[in-house]
């Protein structure tokens, strides 16, 4: 069984804080890796993603990847109060002969305190 | 309008019934996604399909069934709904597939009572 854990939080952090979300996943063949943010009550919003090794930066939002330790992050500068919502880590799955796939972990709720 | 559109909102219906969840997309995505999400077991991945009459199973089909005859509507049926299928069904899309994010729909909160 492919799985994706997280962090259940919540995380709370000060209004201006870095946030730092981790995720870990178990299929060593993954290729893809996404953030994704969900407001309460509405449907996910892909943030970034990441398919090297390393850093990379959007905007406040820094996803990080180290595949040897299967292990993807995304960091979040300056929060703000419009950025509390949880945050869903996904993972693509290799199919084989099938099709690719994406798994999602659990997700981490994030609260930034004003 | 253009996007990913879900049908109904809500849904209440009775154990045992039929019930079928529409989804709609005007990209002409070829992939198309079919999750749902419960409290403790985040997004799970019920059905996809690569392009029209390609489908396949995802993590927790048993108890739906989809069909794919064109390419921008993946409708998801419950055959005989029973309490345990209560949840909210997200559709998505990708025009690349599963390496390159999903769009999704606004969702469909099911409660079968």
């Known amino acids: 069984q492919k799985e994706v854990e997280q962090n259940s939080g919540p995380l709370s952090v000060p209004e201006g804080a870095i946030a730092s979300l981790n995720c870990t996943y178990s299929?060593?063949?993954?290729?893809?890796f996404f953030w994704y943010r969900q407001y309460s009550g509405k449907s996910p919003e892909l943030i970034m993603s990441?398919?090297?090794?390393g850093d990379k930066e959007d905007g406040r939002f820094t996803a990080q990847l180290n595949k040897a330790s299967q292990y993807v992050s995304l960091l979040i500068r300056d929060s703000q109060p419009s950025d509390s919502a949880t945050y869903l880590c996904a993972v693509n799955i290799r199919g084989g002969t099938s099709y690719d796939k994406v798994i999602f972990g659990p997700g981490t709720s994030l609260s930034v305190i004003p | 309008d253009a996007g990913i559109t879900q049908s109904p909102r809500y849904k209440i219906t009775e154990t045992g019934r039929q019930v079928t969840l529409m989804c709609h997309q005007t990209w002409s995505h070829s992939y198309m996604f079919w999750y749902r999400q419960d409290l403790g077991h985040g997004l799970r991945l019920i059905y996809y399909?690569?392009?029209?009459?390609?489908?396949d199973k995802g993590e927790v089909p048993d108890g739906y069934v989809v069909s794919r005859s064109k390419t921008e509507n993946f409708p998801l049926t419950l055959e005989s709904a029973t309490r345990s299928q209560t949840s909210v069904y997200f559709c998505a899309s990708s025009d690349l597939g599963a390496n390159y994010g999903y769009t999704f729909g606004s969702g469909t909160r099911l409660t079968v009572v």
């Open positions: 399909s690569a392009a029209a009459d390609i489908t």
């Open positions: 990441i398919y090297s090794n």
């Open positions: 299929d060593r063949g993954s290729q893809s």
